[in-house]
Each structure stands twice: as C-alpha cells, then as structure tokens.
C-alpha cells in the first residue's frame, strides 16, 4: 500500500490531467464548471453516472478467486476495478457478504482501490462509496469500529444530542475508511409492532420525535463530511410486508400521510439532507397507479421534489428487492425510476440489463439527454460537496487515528445507558444484589451477530455480568427452544440464584414464552430481556423483571447487564407503545414508559 503522501500525488496528478481548460478538479464547486464537466462526457459515461452497484471482493484489484468467479458470474466482470472501466458507475456499495468489509485497513485500501481505478479513466470522476451503517441490528462494517444502539434504542434514550454526536462519530470512522456515503438515518415512524423489515430500525412511533432524532443524526453525518440518506420514502413504518420479498401496501390516507409518515422526511429536508432513499412500497392515497413509490412520479417528483422542495440526491432501494420487481421486468425498472425522479440507481439484479435499458432509452427517445445530466449535476454536487474532488483517498494512518479509538467506544457504551429500558420490576427484583443473587444463568436466543460484534448474546451478557462480580454461566436456547431444551435450562436454574432470559421476538405461540413461565416456576428470580423489539413484555406476564435493550448488539447487552447490576440506572423510556396481548387494542405500556431505581 503506498503512503497517503503517494497516493495523493498520483491523485493529483490524474486531477490535473483532468482539468477542465487550466482549472483543475480541486476547484470545481460551482454549477458552471459541473455542467461544463458533465458536457465532456459521453452518454456510455452518463448513464454509468446513475448506477451505485454491488461487488465481492477485498480489493479493488486482487480479490480471491470467488470473489472473481461471484462477479464474473453476477457481473461479468472480475473485479471492482473492471466494474469501473466497463459500466462507469458513479457509486460502489459496500456488503459484509460481498467480502468488502473485513477490517479497517482493508476498507480503506478498497476504498482507495476503486477511486484509483475510477479517476484513472479517462474523464474519471470520483465514486460515491456507500453503506448501510445504520447502527443496531443494521451494520456493514463490525468491530473494530466503533458501533452504537441501533435507532429505537437512541429514541428510547431521547436525546437529540446523542443522535447527533452517533452521526458525527459514525461518520468520522466512515470517512476514514473511505465511505463517503451511508444510508441512514431510518426516517420511518414505526407504528406497525408487526413490521417486519423495519421494527427498531425506526427511532419509533411518535413523527415528532423521530424528526428531532433524523434531523440531529443527519447534522451528525454532515459535520463528519459523509452524506445522510433519510429512508424510506414516502414511509415504510406500517407495513406488514417486508418489501424485500413482497410488495407491501400503506392504507393510509392522505391526511395521515402528512401527519405522521411526513413530518421525519419534512425535517431531513429542513436539515439539508444529502440524499433520501425510495421505498418499494405501495401508497395509493398518493399515487393510485399501482406502482411502488420508487416509480412513481406523483410521489418522487410531484410531493418529494414539488411540494416537499427536495433537490437533493434520490436514490432507489435496492433494485433486487421484490417490492420493485412485482410489477416490471428488470429492464423497464431502472428507466421507470429515472421517469418518476430518481437520480442514483441502487444495486440492480443484473447490471447489464439495467445499464442497457438506460442507454437505449436515450437513443430510443424515451428518456431524453438533458433528463440525465439534471441528475448528474445533483451527483456531481454532492460529490463536490464531500469534497471528493479534492481529496477522495484516505491515509492509513487516519485509521488508527479514528476508527475504534478507546474515545469513541467510551461515548458508545455511555450512550447505550441512556437508552435500556426497564419495563417492570416486581418486589424491587433489580438491579441484582451480587451478595444474594451471587450465581446466574444467562439463557435464551442467540441469533446471528447482526453486525460484526462477538455474540452470541448469551455469552456476551454471562461476560458481561461476570466482569460486574457475578459467576455467570450462558446456556443457549433459541429462537424456538424444544421441550428437551426448556428442561435442560430449568434444571440448570436449580443450580443458580437468579435466571437472565433473552428473549427475541415473543408470540403467543412461541416456545419463547413456554420457557420464561417454566423458568419462573422453579421459583428462581427471572430476568428478562428483550433483546430485539420491545413488544415482548406483552407477552410475558410471570417475569418478576424485564428489560427492553432494543438490539442483541454487544454495546446494548453490556449496558443492560450494568443495569442488571445496578452499575447505572434505567433511563430509557419507550419510543413505542406495547399493547396488551390479549386485546391489541388497548395500551398496557404507552410511549414514555420506563421505570428506574
């Protein structure tokens, strides 16, 4: 890897030979001079302009072996270098499972990588790297960086200030790797406990809140120098249907609409969001068509561009997602989009397909030239803005410098205490007296680390409580246990002083629920946590105790464990309210309950 020094040089001197007349890339922020840069580029260059795609590999140039024969096989192409030089695409987005984010060093080599390849062509214009680094259950880039609560978690804690210094710190450690782009913060306002694709990715179910919290994050980012993007619009927080394998439909009206899905997005274009993300959903008080949002010119470009007064950058969700593909083929999906407003494509399913679509458009009439260049001048503009026309390399040296520094992490956990909710607390049960409640057993789901932090939660709460002065042992039981293992775990509690469960997601038919009422039966105190949505406490009467963490990510279990031990003290409040199980329609914890000690 050359020194930032090195790379600097190189950069600049492909930025002069890129100049437009004598005035070089590092000085172009004005309209005149972006309109004058996108004049010089050929349609092939336009149209790569829009696409922000996916790639496997490492590295830029020297993935391993299926990582190539993954892109030759998805792209035809063998490495993100090639993608580059063949299709021209103004953005590149970063997956754990494309093998793109291992570690902080190689992120940023990556990053390097791709702008090397991209500003080596000729009239090569700097790539937008993005991410989906929302925090919480949603994260692409895992330790050693520094990760915070999730956003239902930050709406539990209500601090403006917290969601602010997320965005900024989140930020700084994004822009030192080389991501210059992340796709948060969620804007939807959660009203829907069944909501399976948002849930705690949402700051919660009160508009007002969320918008403080959007406003404040998205401030966060841009002090950072990474660009925001509020999604998903219109709304995606009262839908029953996960839009990557359905195509879910919003029944509010138009009133409703403006009261509540709004307000968030009012307030991310208020702050001067960079850009906002599309939802494949269907919302038809808003358009009456039958198209997702994503296609919809009444909504994009009649509400988000008109009425909202939005021009800044739209995005599409993925275009793999099956809410986009329901309607249209692959081929029609990406020049519809243009036609509604869009203005960056995101991660079609066949690139070829998409790229060609768009080219042919434009020779064919359906699209016109000057359609493009309105939204690659919006392109240019933030890229401009990101100040990667002047420097879009990053120094290994800034990654030790910021990226999971002993600081950072500090703010995270101080964070995380704010946000742990305690629900109930039977007889005074919390926190835990290490004195009479000496010996635990830490049971219950250990579903996948969501974001490149140890797991699974059981040991990490047992590790956790232990280091607080407990003798902790982790038994996991699952999302599902089976009766084998509900008996295992009660006659494990025979042997301990008290029971923590972490609970994920509890129905009325979850076996979840069957463990928790056998565990009390022993007689042993039982502690539960929620280690995922916050509805679960509706669903389990006989806990002496619960707690609601929001996530199952490291930094929230070790603050519910402080909570646990009496460390800190319960702060949170619900962002969201919990209706009783047996009558939905009734409230049994409302927005703003939290108990403390």
Same mark, same amino acid.
């Given at each position: 890897?050359?020194?930032?020094?090195?790379?600097l040089?190189?950069?600049?001197?492909?930025?002069?030979?890129?100049?437009?007349?004598?005035?070089?890339?590092?000085?172009?922020?004005?309209?005149?001079?972006?309109?004058?840069?996108?004049?010089?580029?050929?349609?092939?260059?336009?149209?790569?302009?829009l696409?922000?795609?996916?790639?496997y590999g490492h590295?830029?140039?020297?993935p391993?072996?299926?990582?190539?024969?993954?892109?030759?096989?998805?792209?035809?192409?063998?490495?993100?270098?090639e993608?580059?030089?063949?299709?021209?695409?103004g953005g590149?987005?970063?997956?754990?499972?494309?093998?793109?984010t291992?570690?902080?060093?190689?992120?940023?080599?990556?990053?390097?990588?791709?702008?090397?390849?991209?500003?080596?062509?000729?009239?090569?214009?700097?790539?937008?790297?993005?991410?989906?680094?929302?925090?919480?259950i949603?994260?692409?880039?895992?330790?050693?960086a520094?990760?915070?609560?999730?956003?239902?978690?930050i709406g539990?804690?209500?601090?403006?200030?917290?969601?602010?210094?997320?965005?900024?710190?989140?930020?700084?450690?994004?822009?030192?790797?080389?991501?210059?782009q992340?796709?948060?913060?969620?804007?939807?306002?959660?009203?829907?406990?069944?909501?399976?694709?948002?849930?705690?990715?949402?700051?919660?179910? #009160?508009?007002?809140?969320?918008?403080?919290?959007?406003a404040?994050?998205?401030?966060?980012?841009?002090?950072?120098?990474?660009?925001?993007?509020?999604?998903?619009f219109?709304?995606?927080?009262?839908?029953?249907?996960?839009?990557?394998?359905?195509?879910?439909i919003?029944?509010?009206?138009?009133?409703?609409?403006e009261?509540?899905?709004?307000?968030?997005?009012?307030?991310a274009?208020?702050?001067?969001?960079?850009?906002i993300?599309?939802?494949?959903?269907q919302?038809?008080?808003?358009?009456?068509?039958?198209?997702?949002?994503?296609?919809?010119?009444?909504?994009?470009?009649?509400?988000?561009?008109?009425?909202?007064?939005?021009?800044?950058?739209?995005?599409? #969700?993925?275009?793999?997602?099956?809410?986009?593909?329901?309607?249209?083929?692959?081929?029609?999906?990406?020049?519809?989009?243009?036609?509604?407003?869009?203005?960056?494509?995101?991660?079609?399913p066949?690139l070829?397909?998409?790229?060609n679509?768009?080219?042919?458009?434009?020779?064919?009439?359906?699209?016109?030239?000057?359609?493009?260049?309105?939204s690659?001048?919006?392109?240019?503009?933030?890229?401009?803005?990101?100040?990667?026309? #002047?420097?879009?390399?990053v120094?290994?040296?800034?990654?030790?410098?910021v990226?999971?520094?002993?600081e950072?992490?500090?703010?995270?956990?101080?964070?995380?205490?704010?946000?742990?909710?305690l629900?109930?607390?039977?007889?005074?049960?919390?926190?835990?007296?290490?004195?009479?409640?000496?010996?635990?057993?830490?049971?219950?789901?250990d579903?996948?680390?969501?974001?490149g932090?140890?797991?699974p939660?059981?040991?990490?709460?047992?590790t956790?409580?232990?280091?607080?002065?407990?003798?902790?042992?982790a038994?996991?039981?699952?999302?599902?246990?089976?009766?084998?293992?509900?008996?295992?775990?009660?006659?494990?509690?025979?042997?301990?002083?008290?029971v923590?469960?972490?609970?994920?997601?509890?129905?009325?038919?979850?076996?979840?629920?069957?463990?928790?009422e056998?565990?009390?039966?022993?007689?042993?105190?039982?502690?539960?946590?929620?280690?995922?949505?916050?509805?679960?406490?509706?669903?389990?009467?006989?806990?002496?105790?619960?707690?609601a963490?929001?996530?199952w990510?490291?930094?929230?279990?070790?603050?519910?464990?402080?909570?646990?031990a009496?460390?800190?003290?319960?702060?949170g409040k619900?962002?969201?309210?919990?209706?009783?199980?047996?009558?939905?329609?009734?409230?049994?914890?409302?927005?703003?309950?939290?108990?403390?000690?």
């Open positions: 890897m050359p020194s930032r020094r090195t790379v040089a190189a950069g600049a001197g492909v930025t002069a030979a890129l100049a437009l007349g004598t005035t070089a890339y590092a000085d172009i922020p004005d309209d005149k001079k972006l309109r004058s840069l996108i004049s010089r580029m050929t349609l092939e260059e336009k149209v790569g302009q696409f922000v795609m996916r790639v590295s830029a140039t020297a391993d072996q299926a990582d190539i024969d993954a892109n030759l096989k998805e792209i035809g192409v063998r490495t993100a270098a993608l580059i030089a063949k299709y021209r695409v590149i987005i970063y997956f754990t499972w494309a093998h793109n291992k570690d902080p060093h190689q992120i940023a080599d990556l990053s390097n990588g791709i702008q090397r390849a991209s500003l080596t062509q000729p009239r090569g214009l700097p790539v937008l790297v993005t991410t989906d680094q929302e925090h919480g949603v994260c692409r880039v895992g330790k050693p520094t990760l915070f609560p999730g956003a239902m978690a539990a804690g209500g601090s403006r200030k917290d969601a602010h210094t997320l965005g900024r710190i989140s930020g700084a450690e994004l822009r030192a790797i080389g991501i210059n992340d796709y948060s913060p969620d804007a939807d306002v959660n009203v829907n406990p069944a909501n399976p694709v948002i849930g705690v990715r949402s700051f919660g179910a #009160d508009p007002d809140a969320v918008a403080g919290l959007v404040a994050e998205v401030a966060g980012y841009q002090r950072s120098h990474v660009a925001a993007t509020a999604k998903h219109p709304g995606h927080g009262d839908t029953a249907v996960d839009s990557h394998y359905g195509f879910p919003i029944t509010h009206t138009r009133e409703v609409w009261k509540l899905d709004a307000v968030p997005f009012r307030a274009v208020k702050a001067g969001i960079d850009s993300m599309t939802a494949h959903i919302f038809p008080a808003l358009d009456d068509s039958g198209d997702p949002a994503t296609l919809s010119h009444p909504i994009l470009t009649g509400i988000l561009r008109g009425e909202l007064g939005y021009d800044g950058v739209v995005v599409t #969700d993925s275009l793999g997602m099956e809410g986009v593909r329901t309607k249209y083929g692959d081929d029609r999906v990406p020049v519809l989009a243009l036609k509604a407003g869009v203005d960056q494509l995101l991660n079609p066949d070829a397909v998409a790229w679509a768009v080219l042919k458009a434009v020779q064919g009439g359906e699209l016109t030239e000057s359609r493009l260049d309105e690659i001048l919006r392109i240019l503009r933030l890229k401009s803005r990101l100040r990667l026309f #002047d420097d879009p390399y120094g290994q040296g800034d990654v030790d410098r990226v999971g520094i002993k950072h992490l500090r703010t995270a956990d101080r964070i995380a205490e704010r946000t742990t909710t629900l109930v607390n039977k007889g005074g049960l919390l926190p835990l007296s290490r004195r009479t409640h000496k010996k635990l057993l830490v049971v219950g789901a579903p996948a680390s969501p974001s932090t140890t797991g939660p059981t040991g990490v709460l047992a956790a409580l232990t280091e607080l002065g407990f003798t902790a042992t038994l996991s039981t699952g999302t599902a246990p089976s009766a084998a293992t509900i008996a295992k775990a009660v006659a494990a509690a025979q042997d301990a002083d008290a923590v469960v972490g609970t994920y997601n509890v129905t009325a038919g979850s076996s979840q629920k069957m463990l928790v056998q565990l009390v039966a022993t007689g042993r105190p039982v502690v539960a946590i929620a280690i995922r949505n916050p509805y679960d406490v509706a669903q389990l009467p006989s806990a002496p105790a619960h707690l963490s929001y996530s990510t490291d930094v929230e279990l070790r603050a519910a464990a402080r909570v646990i009496g460390k800190a003290a319960p702060r619900l962002p969201v309210p919990v209706q009783r199980a047996d009558d939905p329609a009734q409230v049994l914890y409302p927005i703003g309950y939290g108990l403390s000690y």
